[in-house]
């Protein structure tokens, strides 16, 4: 079993700035990637930034130049800063993995998400 902990939601005013991370934990042989989700009020779940165990990275058109994500590969955990925040950035963000167990499959986990409100 893995577990995904998330931090570092939470209410800042437009402009500002927060920075959430995610940690992973449990059975895991080799972790291929990890990423940021966001979901708002009425809208599908949608991929925000994500990175692959070498480095490489890929966001969403809306965040590119203001978030950036990476990653502590001896610590299984994520991060992703998260600057010049809008209100249309407000949603649950959801931390996501895909990774090689012990056992030889490849699995995809969750967190149980953050939110993030962008308000003044």
């Known amino acids: 079993q893995v577990q995904l902990v998330e931090s570092g939601g939470g209410l800042v005013q437009p402009g500002g700035s927060l920075r959430l991370s995610c940690a992973a934990s449990?059975?895991?042989?080799?972790?291929?990637?990890m990423g940021w989700y966001r979901q708002a009020p009425g809208n599908q779940r949608e991929l925000v930034a994500g990175?692959?165990?070498?480095?490489?990275?890929n966001y969403a058109d809306s965040v590119k130049g203001r978030f950036t994500i990476s990653r502590d590969n001896a610590k299984n955990t994520v991060y992703l800063q998260m600057n010049s925040l809008k209100p249309e950035d407000t949603a649950v963000y959801y931390c996501?993995?895909?990774?090689?167990?012990?056992?030889?499959?490849?699995?995809?986990?969750w967190g149980q998400g953050t939110q993030v409100t962008v308000s003044s």
């Open positions: 449990g059975s895991i042989f080799s972790i291929y990637a």
């Open positions: 996501h993995t895909k990774l090689l167990g012990h056992d030889g499959y490849e699995y995809d986990y």
């Open positions: 990175i692959t165990s070498g480095g490489r990275t």
